[in-house]
């Protein structure tokens, strides 16, 4: 059964840092890619960062280009996304995913559907002063 953990998420001030990890178990891990997705209240998941299945290609939503890292070891099943110079905007729910499939590009941002791929609980960040 495929499961996934997320933690790290919570309170923070604008300008502030968060490190968020996702846990995997019950697939070959470093087969898959990784991805990143934010849920604000009534929106969608939208996409925030992707790694490749060995690490090396990286893709991030322009809002988020310069502040935040998407990061794997494959020999931990653990995907991680360093948060840095955090905005309220960025408040949301975030959640990791395995092989999340193509998103939907709309309103400037790429969305996903959460019967693609598998999905964690996800992560409560609050970007508040």
């Known amino acids: 059964q495929v499961h996934l953990v997320e933690s790290g998420g919570g309170p923070v001030q604008p300008g502030g840092s968060l490190r968020l990890s996702c846990v995997v178990s019950g697939v070959p891990f470093s087969r898959y890619a990784m991805a990143w997705a934010r849920q604000a209240p009534g929106k969608g998941l939208e996409r925030v960062a992707i790694?490749?299945?060995?690490?090396?290609?990286?893709d991030y939503a322009h809002f988020v280009k310069g502040r935040f890292t998407i990061s794997r070891d494959n020999a931990e099943n653990t995907v991680y996304l360093q948060m840095n110079n955090l905005e309220f905007e960025d408040t949301a729910v975030y959640f990791c995913a395995v092989d999340p499939g193509p998103p939907t590009y709309r309103d400037g941002s790429y969305w996903y559907e959460h019967h693609q791929g598998f999905w964690g609980q996800g992560t409560q960040v609050t970007v508040s002063s």
């Open positions: 790694i490749n299945s060995g690490g090396a290609y990286t």
